[in-house]
């Protein structure tokens, strides 16, 4: 009889367990993911390695490694960390770079927070991260909300000066003919746009010396410097910015 009982009380809580693990599992896939998804940390995974360069504005922190299944869908995994602003400006937008032995775990991404990344602000970022894979996070490159500029000066880096160099010309040139046409109102009116009148040539992003992120974020610099210019000093600095390229 007793050891019927401990027996039914076992199994009761190994049930309760699992119930409780199920829905805990439950509620971080529907905060995460959609309400289809179970999700877990996976503590099982290989910390990243963080690559943390001296005078970058933001800092990769608290990677963490979960895994999920989504129904009528096989597991796969995520590695989420922190991105915090450590500079006293704003931060417009970046570049992150993830890298692995494997070939499939290589790969990077730019990202361009709304409102733009405040002094001492944070935000949560993710990749996929379905392989065993070790991998390395680093921030390649910082664009402020003032037009300045970060670049990692690594070899592996998907940003270079060089490209952001090519982009930033290809813009101004095209705004240049802009502001003779219509003024600086008419520029002002195609910064939105500006990506699809200014074309990367083909073949820049496979060049070394660019990086394949390098040339968009060179044109991206322009729009950010020329609507700084704007709202500090209107038309007349907007004009004068761009003609300083001549």
Same mark, same amino acid.
């Given at each position: 009889?007793?050891?019927?009982?401990?027996?039914?009380? *076992?199994?009761?809580? $190994?049930?309760?367990?699992?119930?409780?693990?199920?829905?805990? #599992?439950?509620?971080?896939?529907? @905060? +995460? &993911?959609?309400? #289809? /998804? $179970?999700?877990?940390?996976?503590?099982?995974?290989?910390?990243?390695?963080? !690559?943390?360069?001296?005078?970058?504005?933001?800092?990769?922190?608290?990677?963490?490694?979960?895994? $999920?299944?989504?129904?009528?869908?096989?597991?796969?995994?995520?590695? @989420?960390?922190?991105?915090?602003?450590?500079?006293?400006? /704003?931060?417009?937008?970046?570049?992150?770079?993830?890298?692995?032995?494997?070939?499939?775990?290589?790969?990077?991404?730019?990202?361009?927070?709304?409102?733009?990344?405040?002094?001492?602000?944070?935000?949560?970022?993710?990749?996929?991260?379905?392989?065993?894979?070790?991998?390395?996070?680093?921030?390649?490159?910082?664009?402020?909300?003032?037009?300045? *500029? &970060?670049?990692?000066?690594?070899?592996?880096?998907?940003?270079?000066?060089?490209?952001? =160099?090519?982009?930033?010309?290809?813009? /101004?040139?095209?705004?240049?003919?802009?502001?003779?046409?219509?003024?600086?109102?008419?520029?002002?009116?195609?910064?939105?746009?500006?990506?699809?009148? +200014?074309?990367?040539?083909?073949?820049?992003?496979?060049?070394? !010396?660019?990086?394949? $992120?390098?040339?968009?974020?060179? /044109? *991206?610099?322009?729009?950010? @410097?020329?609507?700084? !210019?704007?709202?500090?000093?209107?038309?007349?600095?907007?004009?004068?910015?761009?003609?300083?390229? =001549?």
């Amino acid at each position: 009889m007793k050891s019927s009982t401990r027996l039914l009380v *076992t199994l009761g809580t $190994f049930l309760i367990g699992i119930v409780a693990i199920t829905a805990c #599992s439950k509620h971080l896939g529907h @905060r +995460v &993911w959609s309400p #289809s /998804v $179970f999700a877990w940390r996976n503590p099982l995974r290989q910390s990243p390695k963080i !690559e943390v360069a001296s005078g970058s504005p933001l800092l990769i922190s608290n990677p963490r490694y979960y895994s $999920f299944v989504a129904l009528g869908s096989s597991i796969g995994g995520v590695l @989420r960390f922190d991105i915090i602003n450590r500079s006293n400006k /704003v931060v417009h937008s970046y570049s992150c770079r993830y890298s692995s032995p494997v070939p499939v775990g290589n790969g990077g991404y730019g990202s361009q927070p709304q409102g733009g990344l405040l002094p001492g602000q944070l935000r949560e970022d993710s990749i996929s991260a379905h392989e065993y894979a070790p991998l390395t996070l680093t921030i390649d490159f910082v664009l402020l909300a003032d037009g300045d *500029t &970060w670049f990692l000066d690594s070899p592996q880096s998907k940003v270079k000066p060089a490209g952001v =160099k090519a982009g930033a010309n290809a813009a /101004v040139s095209r705004l240049l003919q802009i502001l003779d046409s219509g003024g600086v109102s008419m520029v002002m009116d195609t910064l939105p746009r500006i990506h699809a009148e +200014v074309r990367e040539p083909d073949g820049a992003a496979q060049e070394p !010396e660019y990086g394949i $992120f390098g040339f968009y974020n060179g /044109v *991206t610099n322009i729009v950010v @410097r020329v609507e700084h !210019e704007y709202r500090e000093g209107g038309d007349a600095s907007v004009n004068a910015f761009l003609r300083s390229f =001549k």
